[in-house]
């Protein structure tokens, strides 16, 4: 029941599409990369972590057990960011972002070097 619960969120929020089924190897290699990739690549946080497809599985689901077409993202709103949300689908689960490494890759720059104020 958990299962097909989480798979309803999932479609409904297009992560994965409707009718999409995903390789029966997908926990391992999400489990093997995240045990390798714990932290976030956009803001370091290391929790609601996500495996992200840089090019989208239901475009390019040769892919999906490739671990160079995955990325960590977090959907923690660390800092009041989803980072898997706003660098991974540009703001809309609908929509992908194809620089999203590059993208990760500045704003992980720009969190680690912001200049912080104790008047905020």
């Known amino acids: ?6 798979l309803i969120e999932d479609v409904s929020a297009h992560k994965v599409p409707a009718g999409a ?4 190897k997908w926990p391992a290699a ?4 995240l045990k390798d990739h714990p932290n976030c690549a ?3 946080g290391n929790k609601k972590v996500e495996v992200h497809h840089k090019r989208p599985f239901h ?7 490739d671990p160079s077409n995955f ?14 949300l706003m660098v991974g689908h540009l703001g809309s689960f ?9 993208d990760a890759k500045t704003w992980n720059a720009k ?8 008047k905020c």
């Open 1 to 6: 029941m958990k299962k097909s619960r989480k």
């Open 21 to 24: 089924k995903r390789s029966n």
């Open 30 to 33: 999400r489990k093997a990369f």
């Open 42 to 44: 956009v803001c370091g």
């Open 59 to 65: 475009l390019h689901p040769e892919l999906e057990l």
């Open 71 to 84: 990325i960590t993202l977090c959907e923690e709103k660390k800092d009041g960011v989803n980072c898997h």
């Open 94 to 102: 609908k929509s992908f972002n194809v620089d999203v490494e590059a």
């Open 111 to 118: 969190f680690k070097g912001r200049p912080k104020s104790d």
